[in-house]
């Protein structure tokens, strides 16, 4: 087991930090790149400083996010500086850029590195990004990944599927590809359309919320010991409230106390639930 571990980690601090805005897809669900356009990314300087501030804090880890994260350029130049403190690193792309990376990644030491996929083929895939080839470089990416970290255990590789309204038919199909293309773990989360209403007609009724329960269920048993699909009680609860967590159940919550979320502004919360509200603190 790698120092990101994908499944269970005691006593983690995890970081989840949208480092930029800036996207090279147009995913019809998201908002992030029009939504902080017109905000100043936050500098190296800074960030570096925040990096030294987290240092205090045992067994943290940094999650990249954004935006695309690749198109950060000082990416790995925070994700090596990080890494000295004895941080864990790990993020989430698109995968357009991937292929050319896989260098800065395997070099760098990153732990965890996780790829968006929507779709078993470019049509749902392309379709849910908004830019064609899209699915085509990502599968590249994986790929060109798995075959360089082959004689290393790191980084842990996931794909991350948003389930929708459009997609939930080949659900199935696309744990299956990640078992065929052979990464470590699948994400599969229920897409939450922004407050703005763009993108509300991909999201899952309750029966195709159902439906992608069933089809995690069935796929854990049939790939149990292959691909770890996320699926624990938890988070098929977390499923059920459509990606929302629900204050009144008896689930424990994470945030501020094992969890925080830092926007491309700097601003930092509890989780990302809250973004909406004025940030207490900037970095
Ligand atoms: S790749 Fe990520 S940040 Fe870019 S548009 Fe899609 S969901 Fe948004």
Not at 31 to 45: D, H, N
Not at 178 to 197: T, Y
Not at 242 to 254: T, Y
Request: aromatic letters at 10%.
């Amino acid at each position: 087991m790698n120092t990101y571990q994908i499944n269970k980690i005691k006593n983690w601090f995890h970081i989840s930090w949208q480092i930029t805005s800036k996207c090279n897809l147009k995913c019809r669900f998201c908002e992030v790149p029009e939504r902080f356009k017109s905000y100043k990314e936050i500098s190296s300087r800074k960030a570096i400083n925040f990096i030294k501030k987290l240092k205090e804090i045992d067994n943290c880890r940094i999650f990249w996010g954004g935006g695309e994260p690749l198109l950060r350029e000082d990416l790995f130049y925070l994700s090596n500086y990080a890494k000295k403190l004895g941080m864990s690193i790990g993020f989430v792309t698109n995968g357009v850029l991937l292929k050319d990376k896989v260098n800065d990644i395997l070099e760098c030491g990153i732990n965890l590195v996780v790829v968006s996929i929507d779709g078993s083929s470019p049509v749902i895939h392309d379709f849910h990004r908004g830019v064609k080839g899209a699915y085509t470089n990502a599968i590249e990416g994986i790929k060109c990944l798995l075959t360089y970290r082959k004689n290393i255990s790191e980084p842990s590789i996931a794909i991350a599927t948003v389930a929708t309204h459009y997609n939930i038919s080949d659900l199935g199909n696309i744990i299956d590809l990640a078992a065929k293309l052979g990464v470590d773990a699948i994400f599969i989360r229920p897409v939450q359309p922004p407050s703005s209403g763009k993108g509300c007609d991909f999201a899952l009724s309750p029966n195709e919320v159902s439906m992608a329960i069933d089809v995690i269920q069935q796929k854990k048993n049939e790939y149990e010991g292959i691909i770890h699909i996320q699926a624990s009680e938890v988070y098929i609860q977390h499923f059920r409230n459509i990606g929302r967590w629900n204050i009144n159940s008896n689930l424990k919550c994470f945030a501020g106390k094992n969890f925080l979320h830092i926007t491309p502004k700097g601003e930092v919360y509890p989780c990302w639930q809250f973004d909406t509200c004025t940030a207490k603190y900037n970095i």
